[in-house]
């Protein structure tokens, strides 16, 4: 298992160091200058030396590639250098709102995981009919836009009911609401990877040998099918919960959830170029961790595969 882990991680390093350098360039040759507009937003009118003084601190006045290598070797490290915008660490303006981030991402998950088991084992086990309910839901939900969703929360819990607010502090009553807004999407989506999962396996000989032998539902569906399909469902949840990490943004700023979300949008705002970065990696280095996670559980999981690497 640690050779397995230590190739993947090699095998990644060209995809990462991909990931940082199209991270870099991107916000690097994005038009304007970051210096010239923090100063007129601070009130200051720039003169030539202010901005070259500025520049040269923040390390702008260099090329291109030497900039980005210097960057490299400070990311390494986890330095991104300071947030052009408050003066501070760019990793401390991370660290304040990565927990918030991760716990709407870890809720959405988790309330995602449980709707796709849900709609995905009924519409697997019900009849046509019911069945056929179930898969419309699943589809118009995966059709339904977040955003739009959040703003119709919004309105029915917040504007007309009264059991929410819309700028809350960062409670687990504020969570409620964003997390369920990116659960519904991202289950009823997993839904249909466990309903083409479960149906798959129901088409199996060893199924058909246990139904013939009078096995009850649950029991064949949690020790013959469940154990065969939770390799491909972890994949598919690392994959989801490295989404929901990327892709919270929007529901963040509707909700007002100090997350990520806020601090890139403010970033990008006042074009606060190191910390915009610096999200970049991060965002790509959660998809990296999670997928790895999902091919360890994945091996775990299935004994035949953890056999090979043995013997490899």
Not at 234 to 256: H, N
Request: glycine fraction near 10%; charged fraction near 15%; hydrophobic fraction near 55%.
């Amino acid at each position: 298992m640690t050779r397995y882990i230590l190739m993947r991680l090699l095998s990644a390093l060209p995809t990462l160091l991909g990931m940082s350098f199209i991270a870099f360039a991107i916000v690097a040759l994005a038009p304007g200058d970051p210096v010239e507009q923090q100063l007129r937003a601070m009130g200051f009118v720039p003169s030539a030396e202010d901005v070259a003084a500025l520049k040269a601190e923040f390390g702008l006045d260099k090329p291109f590639l030497t900039r980005y290598f210097n960057w490299l070797m400070r990311a390494v490290q986890f330095e991104f250098g300071t947030s052009i915008a408050t003066g501070r660490p760019v990793l401390d303006e991370i660290m304040i709102h990565l927990p918030a981030t991760l716990a709407l991402a870890g809720s959405a998950l988790f309330g995602a995981i449980l709707i796709s088991l849900g709609l995905g084992i009924a519409a697997a086990s019900s009849g046509q009919g019911v069945g056929a309910l179930v898969r419309g839901l699943t589809i118009m939900l995966v059709s339904v836009p977040s955003f739009w969703l959040a703003l119709v929360f919004i309105y029915a819990f917040v504007m007309v009911l009264g059991w929410a607010r819309i700028v809350g502090d960062g409670t687990l009553g504020d969570l409620v609401l964003p997390a369920l807004t990116l659960a519904l999407g991202s289950g009823a989506a997993l839904g249909r990877v466990v309903y083409e999962r479960v149906r798959s396996e129901m088409c199996e000989d060893h199924i058909r040998l246990a139904i013939a032998k009078g096995l009850s539902p649950h029991r064949i569906l949690s020790h013959h099918i469940a154990p065969r399909i939770i390799g491909p469902l972890a994949t598919a949840w690392a994959s989801t919960f490295g989404g929901l990490l990327g892709g919270a943004v929007i529901v963040e700023a509707i909700f007002g959830w100090p997350g990520l979300g806020q601090l890139i949008l403010q970033a990008i705002s006042q074009r606060d170029f190191p910390v915009i970065q610096a999200y970049l990696v991060f965002m790509g280095l959660a998809f990296f961790v999670t997928s790895l996670l999902a091919d360890i559980i994945v091996v775990i999981a299935d004994p035949q595969l953890r056999k090979e690497l043995h013997n490899g």
